[in-house]
Nanobody
Framework: VQLQASGGGLVQAGGSLKLSCTAS????????MGWYRQAPGKQRELVAN???????NYADSVKGRFTVSRDNAKNTVYLQMNSLKPEDTAVYYC?????????WGQGTLVTVSS
């Protein structure tokens, strides 16, 4: 299984970005896809995830600003990020998981300037 993420970049505070991550390979239908981020000097943290059934989970710091969604037919997860803040600056990683299985994509850098 491979995960390919895209959509990072440089944006001013208050702006928006949309990240995408597509999985390819042999994928169990009941899975969780999500986004994590790691800022310089900090641990990787959950941003948001979404189960194949559609249930979502968000970090408190992004609730009301970020929206996670997925297209099961395309094995793709999205992260719409609005009202971005400088503290959202980080490398964002997508993750695909199911029972005893865990895959990570390469990171995509999001930089929010003040």
């Amino acid at each position: 299984v491979q995960l390919q993420a895209s959509g990072g970049g440089l944006v001013q505070a208050g702006g928006s970005l949309k990240l995408s991550c597509t999985a390819s390979g042999s994928i169990f239908s009941r899975n969780t896809m999500g986004w994590y981020r790691q800022a310089p000097g900090k641990q990787r943290e959950l941003v948001a995830n979404i189960v194949s059934s559609g249930s979502t989970n968000y970090a408190d710091s992004v609730k009301g600003r970020f929206t996670v969604s997925r297209d099961n037919a395309k094995n793709t997860v999205y992260l719409q990020m609005n009202s971005l803040k400088p503290e959202d600056t980080a490398v964002y990683y997508c993750r695909l998981s199911w029972v005893r299985t865990d895959y990570w994509g390469q990171g995509t850098l999001v930089t929010v300037s003040s």
